[in-house]
């Protein structure tokens, strides 16, 4: 098959783990940048990106990136593309993109040059001078920064984020590809005992059960390039049966969430009933202050509330107090905790093992994370 160059947009801080999910997946090139990762392959990699990134936000094809200064070097560069490689003469190509630090800052102006350029170049090829775009939609997006356009086309559709299980949640809900993020950061297994005291909606207590047993995130959605005729259909076919094969059907992971809210208990478990790993997920109504580390194993990832979410900031603080005081250090057990409080680890007690640069939507966050324990006949 022909290879080709794509791009997975990614939350700001997860570049990493984007790019080694894409080597794991035998992507070829694989280029890190802030906030995205370049790689190539082939269709089959294009399904295979899109069916089973956990950190990505979408998987786009990208076209090219060539200086635009003016509209006129927007117009000439962007119909220079092949665009007839994807864009049949009925599908549809409407566009949408960013302007950053450039000369050429309206978007809506950008917009309108693109798709002219665009269709100009579809005219050229298929000897027509009209397209009714009644067919499969091709999103065509494009990025000015510093006086350089890269165009793209999204061949996800609906973000990769929305893995299908949670059409509803509680406020303030942690993004699903930030929660595997700090699945994966947290090293959990396929045999572990995972806890999540603030479960809300679920998403941690689900990713980290579909991450555990190996399930693609994407098995049991749908993407934009599946309309596409120029993606052959046996492609996606191929790929969902291939993900089938990687669950890790033997796994003994279990699940354990607690709120203070039954009915952000009873989402969690909805939730995790439609992502198809209620079998392994558990849940019920606790406060923080009665947790205590049962067991020989344990892996806790938590995204509490704080100020600038639900609680008021000396709340939040006292959260992460009694935090300190039950999430005891011991033997076989890891605490990992996202949190943009800069004194989060002053109310909490201890300095982190690791610390992580991550971002909550538009939050910049930390990610403190627990891993050592003191050494007997000494304290903190």
């Not at 809900?173 to 947290?186: F, N, Q």
């Not at 994370?369 to 007997?376: D, E, I």
Request: charged residues 30%; aromatic residues 10%; contains cysteine.
């Amino acid at each position: 098959m022909e290879q080709f160059e794509m791009v997975a947009p990614c939350l700001l801080g997860v570049e990493g783990l984007v790019g080694e999910e894409l080597r794991d997946m035998e992507a070829a090139d694989v280029r890190p940048e802030n906030g995205r990762v370049f790689f190539k392959g082939d269709e089959q990699m294009l399904a295979r990106a899109n069916m089973g990134s956990r950190y990505s936000e979408r998987i786009l094809i990208h076209l090219g990136t060539f200086p635009a200064r003016t509209f006129e070097e927007l117009f000439q560069g962007v119909k220079s593309l092949p665009w007839e490689r994807w864009i049949d003469k009925a599908d549809a190509f409407p566009v949408k993109g960013r302007s950053l630090n450039s000369k050429l800052h309206s978007v809506p102006d950008c917009q309108s040059i693109i798709k002219k350029a665009v269709v100009e170049r579809l005219k050229s090829k298929y000897r027509v001078s009209w397209f009714e775009e009644t067919g499969p939609i091709h999103q065509i997006q494009f990025l000015l920064m510093k006086d350089q356009a890269s165009l793209m086309l999204d061949t996800s559709g609906v973000g990769l984020h929305k893995r299908g299980y949670r059409q509803n949640s509680t406020e303030a809900p942690i993004k699903e590809t930030l929660a595997a993020a700090m699945v994966k950061l947290a090293r959990v297994r396929s045999d572990g005992h995972f806890i999540d005291p603030f479960c809300g909606s679920g998403t941690l207590l689900t990713e980290a059960a579909l991450y555990a047993l190996g399930i693609a995130p994407g098995l049991q959605r749908r993407f934009s390039a599946e309309k596409w005729g120029q993606v052959d259909s046996k492609v996606w076919q191929e790929e969902r049966l291939r993900a089938r094969d990687l669950v890790k059907r033997d796994a003994t992971f279990q699940a354990e969430g607690y709120d203070i809210d039954p009915a952000a208990v009873a989402l969690s478990l909805e939730n995790a009933k439609k992502a198809g790993v209620i079998a392994r997920v558990k849940a019920r109504v606790q406060d923080i202050r009665d947790f205590r580390p049962e067991g020989e194993y344990g892996c806790v990832i938590c995204n509490p509330p704080y100020g600038e979410r639900l609680l008021d900031i000396q709340s939040a603080q006292e959260l992460y107090r009694v935090m300190g005081k039950v999430f005891v250090p011991q033997h076989g057990w890891s605490y990992s905790i996202i949190s943009p409080d800069e004194t989060f680890e002053d109310c909490y007690g201890r300095r982190a093992d690791k610390r992580r640069k991550l971002y909550n939507g538009m939050i910049k966050c930390q990610y403190y994370q627990y891993f050592t324990y003191p050494r007997k006949g000494k304290t903190e």
